[in-house]
C-alpha cells in the first residue's frame, strides 16, 4: 500500500478481495524483518506468493535503492522466515525484462546476466537468492517470468492504463519512441491463473514465462484499440525511447503448456476491450488519478 501510485486504485482491488470472502489483509513492509516474522509467527502458512515489488522500469533508475531493498532484500526476508519456519513452497513474480538482448522468442534457460535496468537486476537478484535457498535448504521454488501484465484496475505508470486515460481525457498521449515497438501482453486473467497452477505443481526449483506466447501487438496497434473503443481519436506526444526499455518481448510458454497446463485464454485485442471497458465504467473516479 505505498503511494508509488494513486492509492485508490490498490483499495478498489482490495475491497473486491474482502468481498470475495476469505481472505486476510495485513498491512506489512516486507523489508520490515520484524513485523514480517509475526506474521509468520500467527498464521499456519502452506505457501509463499510474493508478488510484492518496486516494478517501474524507468523509475529505477531515478530511485534504484528502493529497488534492490524491496525486490531483492524483501524477498531475502521472506526466504530465511520461510527456512526459519518449515514453509517449504515459494512463488515469486520476476519479469520478461530480463530478458534484454536475448534473441526472441525468449526461453527461460537463455543467459540473462545483461539486465538494461535496476528494476531487472533486482528481480535477477531476487531469483538467484531462491536459488540458493533451494539449493541449501530444499525449498521448492516457482519463478515466473510475467510478460506486460495489463487489464481493469491495472498499474497507471503502465501504458494499457495511461493511454487509455489519455485519449479519454482528451491529453495527449507521451509515447517513448515510435509506437513500433511490440510486447508479449498478458491478461491479468490469465497471469492469476497461471500464478495458482504454478503454485499448486511448486517443485524443485523451476523458471516459466507466464506470457501471451507468440501474439505480441504492437504500441501503435494498442493506442488504435483504445481509439477504436473510446470512439475517440489520439493525440500523441513523441519522447524519444528509453535506453532502459526493450524494443519487442515475445515469450516461448512451451514450458507452462508443458508442465503446468498453462496457457493464456484473452487475446490482446479482446483484453483490450474489455480494460478500456473498465475504464470507461469507472471514468468519475478514474478522471484524476495521476498518470
Ligand atoms: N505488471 C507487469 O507487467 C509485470 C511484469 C513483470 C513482472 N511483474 C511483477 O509482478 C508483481 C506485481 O506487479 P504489479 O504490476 O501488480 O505492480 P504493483 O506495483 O501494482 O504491485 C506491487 C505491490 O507491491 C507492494 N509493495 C511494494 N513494496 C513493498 C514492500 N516493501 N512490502 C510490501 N509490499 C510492497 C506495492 O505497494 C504494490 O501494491 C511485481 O513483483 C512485479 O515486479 C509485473
Request: a negative charge.
Amino acid at each position: 500500500m505505498n503511494d508509488y501510485y494513486d492509492l485508490r486504485l490498490k483499495e478498489y482491488r482490495l475491497s473486491r478481495l474482502k468481498e470475495l470472502g476469505g481472505f486476510t489483509f495485513e498491512h506489512v513492509d516486507i523489508e520490515d524483518r520484524q513485523t514480517l516474522s509475526e506474521v509468520f509467527e500467527r498464521y499456519p502458512i502452506c505457501y509463499v506468493v510474493n508478488l510484492a515489488a518496486r516494478a517501474g522500469v524507468r523509475a529505477s533508475i531515478v530511485d534504484p535503492y528502493v529497488y534492490l531493498s524491496t525486490n531483492t532484500l524483501g524477498s531475502l526476508n521472506l526466504l530465511d522466515l520461510m527456512n526459519r519456519h518449515g514453509v517449504k513452497k515459494y512463488v515469486m513474480a520476476s519479469t520478461s525484462s530480463l530478458y534484454a538482448g536475448v534473441p526472441m522468442p525468449f526461453l527461460e534457460t537463455a543467459d540473462v546476466r545483461k539486465p538494461l535496468s535496476p528494476y531487472a537486476s533486482s528481480k535477477l537478484g531476487a531469483e538467484t537468492m531462491a536459488y540458493s535457498y533451494h539449493h541449501l535448504h530444499g525449498l521448492e521454488v516457482s519463478v515466473l517470468r510475467y510478460f506486460t501484465v495489463y487489464g481493469p484496475a491495472g498499474r497507471p505508470d503502465m501504458s494499457p492504463f495511461r493511454f487509455t486515460e489519455w485519449v479519454n481525457r482528451g491529453e495527449a498521449i507521451c509515447l517513448y519512441g515510435d509506437g513500433e515497438q511490440t510486447r508479449d501482453f498478458t491478461y491479468i486473467d490469465d497471469i492469476a491463473l497461471g500464478t495458482i497452477a504454478a503454485t499448486e505443481k511448486c517443485a524443485g526449483y523451476e523458471i516459466y514465462n507466464i506470457g501471451g506466447g507468440n501474439q505480441p501487438i504492437s504500441i501503435n496497434t494498442m493506442i488504435g484499440e483504445i481509439e477504436k473503443h473510446t470512439r475517440k481519436k489520439a493525440q500523441i506526444d513523441y519522447q524519444p525511447q528509453n535506453n532502459a526499455d526493450m524494443q519487442d518481448t515475445s515469450a516461448n510458454i512451451d514450458k507452462a503448456i508443458k508442465k503446468l497446463q498453462w496457457s493464456p485464454k484473452v487475446h490482446p485485442l479482446d483484453g483490450l476491450e474489455r480494460t478500456v471497458n473498465w475504464h470507461l465504467e469507472n471514468q468519475g473516479w478514474l478522471a484524476d488519478v495521476r498518470l
